[in-house]
C-alpha cells in the first residue's frame, strides 16, 4: 500500500522510509530551534510534529498513515516524559524516533 507513494515536488524520497526519515530530520530542526529559541520542551514538540506531519502529508502520504506516525511519535514522546520527567529533551525526541521507527517496521510487516 504505501511503499509505491512518490513524493510529489521535490524528488528527495523514493519509499516512506526515506520521506519518514527526511520529515523527522524536518522535526528534528525545528524542535532544535523551538529548545534554542526558549518554547517550553511540549510546545517544541507539537511545533516538531506539525512541521514532520506537513512534510508528509505534502509529499503524498495518506492521511491514516501520516496521523499514524504521528501518533507514534506522540506516545514515544510522552513516554518517555512520563518515566523521565526531568529528562533531556533531546532522548525525549529520540524516543518519539524510536516508536516511529517501530510502528513503521509493524506497518511494513502487515503487508
Known amino acids: 500500500m504505501v511503499e509505491n507513494i512518490e513524493p510529489v515536488g521535490e524528488d528527495f524520497s523514493k519509499s ?5 526519515e527526511h520529515a523527522g530530520d524536518v522535526a528534528l530542526e525545528i524542535y532544535r ?4 529559541g526558549g518554547s517550553k520542551q511540549i510546545h517544541a514538540f507539537s511545533k516538531a510534529i506539525d512541521a514532520a506531519k506537513n512534510v508528509m502529508m505534502d509529499a503524498g502520504c495518506p492521511l491514516d498513515f501520516c496521523d499514524l506516525l504521528a501518533n507514534a511519535a506522540i506516545n514515544g514522546y510522552n513516554s518517555f516524559v512520563k518515566e523521565n520527567p526531568d529528562g533531556d ?6 524516543a518519539a524516533g524510536e516508536f516511529v521507527s517501530d510502528a513503521l517496521e509493524s506497518e511494513f510487516r502487515k503487508s
Open 89 to 94: 529533551p533531546m532522548e525525549a525526541f529520540d
Open 33 to 36: 530551534a523551538q529548545i534554542n
Open 16 to 20: 516512506i522510509e526515506d520521506l519518514a
